[in-house]
């Protein structure tokens, strides 16, 4: 799972564009979207593909999305629990 | 029957330089254009991180701006009254191409909402428009040559029509790694005339 | 203030290739939508209005010697052919040209096209349409997102306005590619089934093509039918996001203040709204909130992408000139694809054709880039049916 979380920041913070931003600034707990990390409606679209392409596993309700994408926490929980690749 | 306006500022990109009203603002040669307008958004302290997530012809639109509008003094905690009206040759084609490159191999099948967003030209206005607040008219052209005769008329026609308090204007071009912007402010009050010869002049500066 | 009209027009789509036709199939619900299952052009079915390329093809070459020419260029050649000999307008240097589109031939940017790449950038396609038809003076291309097709219209009204042009011929067009579909796709925007504005169950936008022409003049002599007047038009960006629109629909009231202060009317003499609505959840509720906050939500109102689906580009002109035929028709065309309303504001839609005596209607469009447009119009002829 620590591997994962550190995979998942890594791939943020590269698919995303947050330059400016470094691994270690992200926490696991932290609250990615709105007032967190301030992520938005297209980051949220974007995390969705990143989902699909590299984990093999397909969203079609950006709402659903949002839930599994609340901190890297909770991301890394889903993804090992449901990833194909 | 058209008023006098008067152009109060201009911003050039290009050849790695950026000017303002002709004086040099930064400079680094040797550089591809991605690598040139990241480094030039650090050191002139642009402080606005959405800037990484824009394409390319998005980056080097607000870059201008940020220019151009530091030293008019526009404030961004407020509304600004300010029309833009933009142009260029080759529309959005540089993220076009990616686009279409995430599309070409059914194998690796995964297209990108934030580069798909980019692929059109007047995206750029936008990201302009959040960033000062221009709650107002926007336009983009596409013209095979920057075109000053254009601008100017219709500019022209905004602020004698009472559209708009002042007119940003520009030329914002990228096409691979030729690219190219020149921006510059129409005013009501100011001393430099709003004429195509002051136009063309302040682009061939 | 010159007075500026909306004159000859014509529309290239899959429910006609003239404005009567078109019109005639509305009046009658019929849809152009289907659903195509085409797995050259897309990996999973949509649902799209798409134009016939043999019906195309026959009218084009009753126009011109079969050149090499692109799908879109026949879509448009087609169309402004039309209306340029409608109104026998000889094309001097007081004649202007404007296209607008959001992705012209873009089609030729994939590996299988047998155009140049040279032929995809939007002045080539301006060249082409000037050339074909001997315009004196180069095409203003406008390429401003879904607003283009209404804004091309406002663009030559300050023209001719400012004395540049007595004339303007407008064009719009854009076709339906795969570019277009995965990049929708891509927002998770694209519904499968024929899409359903301001209803509860929408799940998003189909894409259409379409091309529609119209001539912009400042003579009131020897006007079409259908002629309207431009009252006011206003354009306010939302500042707020670069694909959502504004949650207050803050750019598109100011629009619409803006174009009702510079047409001179109480907001009580608008007839009908001819809007955007999409069929995203997003875009159809921001609209209800800005109807209501300008006090409009009694106003008959529809959508007319139950016809076509979004056809981008060309979508402000294609819905300005059906609002044009409804003014004269004195008839309010359904917005197909309602069911029970999904809005949190009321608005008035459209359900079923009927009657009503029309003089002033008001188009909207709204657009990525935190684009608006609001633009009210006028019927010219009182005695119309």
């Known amino acids: ?85 | ?205 | 203030m010159t007075e500026v009209y909306l004159s000859y027009n014509n529309i290239v789509s899959s429910l006609g290739f003239d404005s009567e036709t078109v019109v005639s199939n509305i009046h009658n619900e019929i849809s152009g939508l289907q659903l195509i299952d085409d797995k050259e052009m897309f990996f999973k079915s949509f649902c799209s209005s798409i134009i016939n390329q043999k019906e195309l093809n026959n009218s084009f070459t009753s126009i011109a010697v079969e050149g090499n020419f692109t799908r879109l260029e026949m879509m448009m050649i087609t169309s402004l052919n039309s209306v340029i000999q409608d109104t026998k307008i000889p094309l001097t240097k007081n004649v202007g040209l404007i296209i607008s589109t959001t992705k012209g031939n873009i089609d030729i940017l994939d590996k299988n096209s047998k155009f140049l790449e040279e032929r995809a950038y939007l002045g080539s396609l301006g060249k082409v349409i000037k050339d074909f038809f001997k315009f004196k003076n180069d095409a203003i291309v406008v390429s401003n997102a879904c607003v283009s097709g209404v804004l091309a219209v406002t663009i030559a009204k300050r023209y001719i306005t400012q004395g540049i042009y007595d004339n303007v011929f407008v064009v719009s067009g854009d076709i339906v590619t795969e570019f277009i579909l995965s990049g929708f796709n891509s927002f998770q925007a694209l519904s499968s089934e024929p899409c359903k504005p301001y209803s509860k169950n929408r799940t998003g936008i189909n894409i259409g093509e379409v091309a529609a022409s119209v001539l912009v003049t400042k003579n009131d002599t020897n006007l079409a039918k259908e002629a309207v007047a431009i009252l006011g038009d206003g354009s306010c960006n939302d500042a707020n996001h670069i694909s959502g629109p504004s949650r207050t629909g803050e750019g598109l009231v100011r629009s619409v203040k803006l174009a009702q202060k510079e047409a001179n009317i109480s907001f009580d003499n608008i007839d009908y709204i001819s809007a955007h609505g999409t069929g995203t959840p997003f875009n159809d509720e921001m609209e209800a909130i800005a109807i209501n906050r300008l006090g409009l939500q009694n106003v008959p109102i529809n959508s007319l992408k139950g016809y076509f689906g979004h056809t981008l580009g060309a979508s402000g002109l294609l819905e300005t000139i059906v609002g044009m035929h409804s003014l004269y028709n004195n008839t309010l065309y359904s917005s197909l694809g309602f069911e029970e309303i999904g809005v949190s504001q009321p608005i008035n839609v459209i359900t079923k054709t009927i009657t009503k005596k029309l003089n002033i209607f008001l188009k909207t469009a709204s657009g990525f880039g935190g684009s608006n447009m609001a633009v009210i119009f006028k019927k010219i002829n009182m005695t119309s049916k």
């Not at chain 1, 890594?10 to 330059?19: M, R, S, V």
């Not at chain 1, 079609?60 to 909770?74: C, H, L, N, Q, Y």
């Not at chain 2, 008329?153 to 190219?180: F, H, I, M, P, R």
Request: proline share 2%; glycine share 4%; with cysteine.
């Open chain 2, 1 to 205: 029957m058209n008023s006098n306006y008067y152009i109060s500022s201009f911003c050039s990109i290009k050849n790695n330089t950026i000017s303002l009203n002709g004086s040099m603002v930064y400079s680094n040669e040797n550089m591809e254009f991605l690598e040139f307008i990241k480094a030039a958004y650090k050191s002139l302290d642009t402080n606005y991180p959405k800037f990484f997530k824009m394409d390319g012809l998005s980056k080097l639109a607000i870059l201008a701006a940020h220019v151009l509008f530091k030293n008019e003094n526009i404030n961004q905690d407020k509304d600004n009254d300010i029309a833009v009206v933009f142009s260029n040759k080759s529309s959005s084609i540089d993220t076009d191409r990616k686009h279409q490159k995430s599309i070409e191999n059914k194998d690796d099948y995964y297209p990108s909402p934030a580069i798909f967003v980019y692929t059109l030209p007047n995206i750029c206005i936008g990201e302009i428009s959040i960033k000062y607040k221009l709650f107002s008219e926007n336009s983009f052209f596409i013209f095979e040559n920057f075109s000053a005769q254009h601008l100017l008329d219709y500019a022209n026609s905004l602020l004698s029509a009472g559209k708009t308090e002042k007119v940003l204007c520009g030329w914002v071009e990228l096409d691979g790694n030729q690219y190219e912007a020149y921006l510059y402010l129409v005013t009501k009050i100011g001393t430099i005339l709003h004429s195509k010869e002051n136009i063309i002049k302040f682009y061939n500066t």
């Open chain 1, 1 to 85: 799972m620590k591997t994962l979380k550190q995979e998942l920041k890594e791939n943020i913070i590269e698919q995303l564009n947050l330059e400016d931003l470094a691994i270690e600034d992200i926490n696991d707990d932290d609250i990615l979207f709105g007032d967190g990390l301030g992520l938005d409606s297209i980051d949220g679209l974007e995390l969705i593909v990143m989902l699909d392409k590299n984990y093999g596993i397909k969203l079609t309700d950006p709402k659903e999305g949002r839930a599994i994408f609340e901190s890297i926490e909770v991301m890394a929980k889903y993804i090992s629990e449901n990833r194909t690749k």
